[in-house]
């Protein structure tokens, strides 16, 4: 299976690519089985915070779990944002991160230097897209803001950020952007936010967030890729149905299935229950929210 034919697959067929969180190791196996489960395609992804601040242990970790438990013509491994400078605004290694997941046998990668100024962006990304296209994957790469992560932030109301487009991707800008750096899939910013990651957010219900189907649709006309959108839990089903028919190629959700887990283990429930609970959400959200069951015969044909 080749990730990049895939994404431009459902790009073109009106479909998109989840790609599953796996911020707790036990997690990957009951995702992979629900993927498989609904004939549909999905990603197993890691973001470097999972491991950082989550029980994740490592990048090698996860693909090891990944060998165990994937499931062929259905499961891909990518590599979920590696930030050049991370939520705690530290200076990241992030070279050294990328080397170790192709060594690993990630079949994707996303570097994420959203932090830096657009012309920072674009020399991190190029970079890292170089590594990448050395080793034959794809890279996925992020511009504007999709907030959420950061501990020290969300003053400012949903609402307001959503009316005036506070961060949002500007067209303009990527499509500079994805000329000079060189990226296959590009992260936008167009309403999401992130699950938080804040101690006392961690098993909150997510607010609910919006989509401006318009810009997406105009930065899928300027740049003609398959586009990623980030935060994708807890946002309303028509807004995504309508999100992925403008161009969104590619879904993270990650709050949707770990606060499952982690609920069943504060319970007391064990391990085996928690996996379940997971197993059960990600056949819903395959059948409901993403309406992908199914679509393994259109993608791996
Ligand atoms: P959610 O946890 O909000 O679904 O976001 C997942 C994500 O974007 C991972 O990169
Ligand atoms: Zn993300």
Redesign the pocket.
């Given at each position: 299976m080749d990730s990049k034919q895939i994404v431009s697959k459902a790009l073109a067929a009106g479909y998109v690519v989840p790609?599953f969180?796996i911020p707790h190791l036990p997690m990957l196996q009951p995702i992979a089985q629900a993927v498989a489960d609904e004939n549909s395609v999905g990603m197993i992804?890691v973001?470097r915070l999972e491991w950082e601040k989550f029980e994740a242990e490592s990048l090698e970790k996860v693909a090891e779990e990944y060998e165990k438990y994937k499931k062929p013509g259905h499961t891909l491994l990518h590599l979920?944002?590696v930030p050049v400078i991370d939520e705690d605004h530290l200076q990241v290694d992030y070279m050294a991160i990328l080397r170790r997941a192709v060594a690993a046998g990630y079949q994707s990668l996303m570097v994420d230097a959203s932090r830096l100024s657009l012309a920072g962006n674009i020399e991190a990304t190029r970079q890292a897209a170089e590594l990448a296209h050395e080793a034959g994957i794809p890279i996925e790469a992020e511009l504007g803001a999709?907030m959420?992560h950061e501990t020290s932030q969300q003053s400012i109301p949903y609402e307001e950020i959503f009316a005036k487009k506070m961060g949002f991707t500007q067209v303009n800008e990527a499509v500079r952007f994805v000329e000079e750096s060189g990226c296959d899939w590009l992260s936008v910013a167009v309403g999401?936010?992130?699950?938080a990651i804040a101690d006392n957010l961690l098993d909150k219900k997510?607010p609910a967030a919006k989509l401006d189907i318009e810009r997406i649709a105009q930065l899928e006309a300027a740049l003609g890729i398959p586009l990623v959108l980030?935060?994708?839990?807890?946002i309303e089903q028509e807004y995504i149905a309508k999100g992925i028919k403008a161009g969104i190629a590619k879904i993270?959700?990650?709050?949707?299935l770990?606060q499952p887990y982690e609920k069943a283990i504060r319970e007391g429930a064990g391990v085996a229950a928690a996996q379940e609970r997971v197993y059960n959400r990600c056949r819903e959200l395959i059948r409901d929210f993403l309406c992908t069951a199914g679509d393994a015969d259109i993608l791996t044909k």
């Amino acid at each position: 299976m080749d990730s990049k034919q895939i994404v431009s697959k459902a790009l073109a067929a009106g479909y998109v690519v989840p790609a599953f969180n796996i911020p707790h190791l036990p997690m990957l196996q009951p995702i992979a089985q629900a993927v498989a489960d609904e004939n549909s395609v999905g990603m197993i992804q890691v973001a470097r915070l999972e491991w950082e601040k989550f029980e994740a242990e490592s990048l090698e970790k996860v693909a090891e779990e990944y060998e165990k438990y994937k499931k062929p013509g259905h499961t891909l491994l990518h590599l979920d944002h590696v930030p050049v400078i991370d939520e705690d605004h530290l200076q990241v290694d992030y070279m050294a991160i990328l080397r170790r997941a192709v060594a690993a046998g990630y079949q994707s990668l996303m570097v994420d230097a959203s932090r830096l100024s657009l012309a920072g962006n674009i020399e991190a990304t190029r970079q890292a897209a170089e590594l990448a296209h050395e080793a034959g994957i794809p890279i996925e790469a992020e511009l504007g803001a999709v907030m959420g992560h950061e501990t020290s932030q969300q003053s400012i109301p949903y609402e307001e950020i959503f009316a005036k487009k506070m961060g949002f991707t500007q067209v303009n800008e990527a499509v500079r952007f994805v000329e000079e750096s060189g990226c296959d899939w590009l992260s936008v910013a167009v309403g999401s936010v992130h699950g938080a990651i804040a101690d006392n957010l961690l098993d909150k219900k997510k607010p609910a967030a919006k989509l401006d189907i318009e810009r997406i649709a105009q930065l899928e006309a300027a740049l003609g890729i398959p586009l990623v959108l980030h935060g994708g839990s807890g946002i309303e089903q028509e807004y995504i149905a309508k999100g992925i028919k403008a161009g969104i190629a590619k879904i993270n959700v990650g709050t949707e299935l770990r606060q499952p887990y982690e609920k069943a283990i504060r319970e007391g429930a064990g391990v085996a229950a928690a996996q379940e609970r997971v197993y059960n959400r990600c056949r819903e959200l395959i059948r409901d929210f993403l309406c992908t069951a199914g679509d393994a015969d259109i993608l791996t044909k």
